[in-house]
């Protein structure tokens, strides 16, 4: 079976609350922030970004925070729903060279009790 | 438009055996990236590539090698696989820095 999603933290919450999911990161550097979704076997899908030079970002349902004083992130998903059930990665880029060389955290477990 | 497509879906391999993973965008991407996904670690960078031809080292690049012929293909070659190898790969393009990284489905690597 799927062995992703092991020993992470977990987050339960019921459908209709709203949700937030926690990241610290790493670099005060980086200059770019991005939320990945990842349902069991498939591949991380985007959710929303967010640049250094902005605090905070909205898209549908999901609200990315952006502390840079504490190096803190978080994500917000309103009136959370079953299909939101996932595991949940947050990630940095560091510098202007390579591309997105990204660094990801280890993933958070959203469980949506019915 | 398929997006990133990655092949094959799953496998096993014998300890020092070889194979390529493949991965093919058809979203004209310049930038491409090889990770490697293990239980309550994350994903972790292999090696990246930002346009045909340039190649550069992840966190993790030992075991493996890449190589970029073409802007659509990026395949990841294990020249000698270990069991410490097993892993779920993903491969992921975005168009340019700072934008959303597209991921395929991933390949389950099993070695033995």
């Known amino acids: 079976g799927e062995s992703v999603g092991l020993h992470l933290p977990t987050l339960s919450v019921q459908e209709g609350d709203n949700s937030i999911i926690n990241c610290a990161y790493s670099?005060?550097?980086?200059?770019?922030f991005i939320w990945y979704k990842q349902e069991s076997g498939k591949g991380p899908q985007f959710i929303i970004d967010?640049?250094?030079?902005?605090d905070k970002r909205q898209g549908q349902r999901v609200t990315v925070l952006l502390n840079k004083t504490v190096k803190h992130l978080s994500l917000q998903i309103a009136a959370t729903q079953p299909g939101d059930s996932a595991v949940y990665f947050c990630a940095e880029k560091i510098g202007t060279g390579g591309g997105n060389k990204l660094t990801f955290g280890t993933g958070t477990q959203l469980k949506v009790e019915l | 438009n398929a997006g990133v497509t990655q092949t094959p879906k799953f496998q096993v391999l014998k300890t020092g055996q070889s194979m390529t993973l493949q991965c093919a965008q058809d979203m004209n991407h310049e930038y491409m990236s090889w990770y490697r996904q293990d239980p309550g670690m994350g994903l972790r960078l292999i090696h990246y590539?930002?346009?045909?031809?340039?190649?550069d080292q992840g966190e993790v690049p030992n075991g493996y090698n890449v190589s970029r012929s073409t802007t659509e293909d990026f395949p990841l070659r294990l020249l000698s696989a270990a069991p410490s190898q097993t892993s779920v790969y993903f491969c992921?393009?975005?168009?340019?820095?700072?934008?959303?990284?597209?991921f395929g489905q991933g390949t389950r690597l099993t070695v033995v």
């Open positions: 992921a393009s975005h168009r340019r820095p700072n934008t959303e990284a597209f």
């Open positions: 590539s930002v346009g045909a031809g340039i190649t």
């Open positions: 967010i640049r250094s030079n902005m």
């Open positions: 670099n005060s550097a980086s200059d770019y």
